[in-house]
């Protein structure tokens, strides 16, 4: 019973940050869908691909190591002091990166003023990262209630600040979504990291944290991060590629809709099964127990996720001029899909927590690498066939191919067979 109890206490606030993301998500669309026509909503979409590049690319080894080496014992002006020392040089390549991606908008024609977007993507990338730090040492401190409070403001300020601007202004530019969108960043961040501020008065540990440097971590993660990112933000790109203006506001906003389920699936699987599964590595469990603590984890994960998109399926034309404006009647063919190509995108972590835990962290390059050539190629040979209903059709079978060639990588890397 005290087992049954700890888990219900922990469950308890991660599906509640799922109900908090679905209601203001379903709220968001709804207004978002009034005031925001699909042309708009495509470039807007296209152009939050890249706000997520700090966080899932170059900074994203640093947000890893906070999630094997943060404790409830853990300083954080220590933590912090070493934190901002190992992000200098992922900071120069984030810049780099951003400005390729903004060149890129700009050459397509999507963006103008690319050196003030550019600035606005630094800032929103560095925020998010800062929001992530702090949410993934609440986390591993096993804090799941002030978790719960850090992702209902995150998912209400992401939600309705956009289509607030856009309300209060002078209609549906992409400045105003633009500035809507860094409110949001800004004020979930510092509520993130105020909900860390009894951790500031924690006194230093002797042995320190740059007793594990994060510099191996930043780079192998860089890698992995980049591949995971491109493979992720694919179909949203190839999509605009073969569809026509409107029909990518049509998917964009499919995509909103169709990630809450998967996202609710893999939010809840990783932040319950990292601190088990690195607390387990640090008591030196065999692979057999590491093992079972990934598996099962994606084998849930996937059929939630899966799950709640044909539930998700079933409903969503029913609320077209209810939670959504039948000017996108049409997005709602495109759910299924949607979601395939999010679906495609969850497994890698916790394979990758399994490789770290192996210590085996190098590892999770090659899988990464695998993982994405292998949905660019699928993604590649649907836009060369030319035909959108070929598309759909793949991407909602997208993620059953790439979970099957990441479950049998790691598996090999991990050296599962060996003690």
Known sequence: MPALSKRCEHLLPLAGVQVVGLVCGLIGVRWSSTVVPPEAMGVFGLLLTAQLIASTVTHHGLIKHVQQHWTRHTSARQYGRFLLTAARQ?????????????????WTGELTQPVAWWAWLLAA???????????????????????????????????????????????A????????????????????????????????AS?????????????????????GWVAAIAPRWFAARLLDEATTGYFMLAINLAMIA?????MITQSYSFPVLFDASRRGAGPA????????????????????????????PRLVGILIDHQYAPAMAWILAAGGSIIATLSTPLFCNLLVARGQAQACVG???????????????LVAWGDSEIFRLGLCLLPWPTV????????RWAKLDTP
């Open 90 to 106: 992922p900071f120069g390549w984030l810049a780099a990166a951003l400005a390729l991606v903004t060149a890129y908008f700009t």
């Open 125 to 171: 990338n560095l925020l998010s990262v800062v929001a992530a730090t702090a949410q993934a040492a609440l986390q591993a401190e096993e804090r799941y209630w002030a978790g719960l409070a850090v992702a209902t403001v995150g998912s209400a300020s992401r939600s309705f600040l956009p289509p607030l601007l856009v309300t209060v202004g002078a209609g």
């Open 173 to 204: 530019t992409l400045p105003l979504l633009g500035t809507g969108f860094l409110l949001h960043a800004a004020v979930f961040a510092l509520v993130a990291v105020a909900f860390l501020r009894s951790a500031w008065h924690r006194p230093a």
């Open 207 to 227: 042995a320190g944290v740059a007793a594990s440097p994060a510099a191996p971590l930043v780079h192998t993660f860089m890698q992995v991060g980049l591949y």
């Open 262 to 266: 998967p996202a609710a699936a893999s």
């Open 289 to 316: 127990e590491l093992a079972r603590l990934t598996h099962r984890p994606v084998l849930v994960m996937l059929a939630a996720a899966q799950v709640g998109l044909l539930v998700l399926d079933w409903v969503a």
């Open 367 to 381: 899988l990464s690498v695998a993982s994405a050539a292998l949905r660019l190629l699928l993604l590649g040979a």
């Open 404 to 411: 099957a060639l990441e479950w049998w990588l790691a598996h």
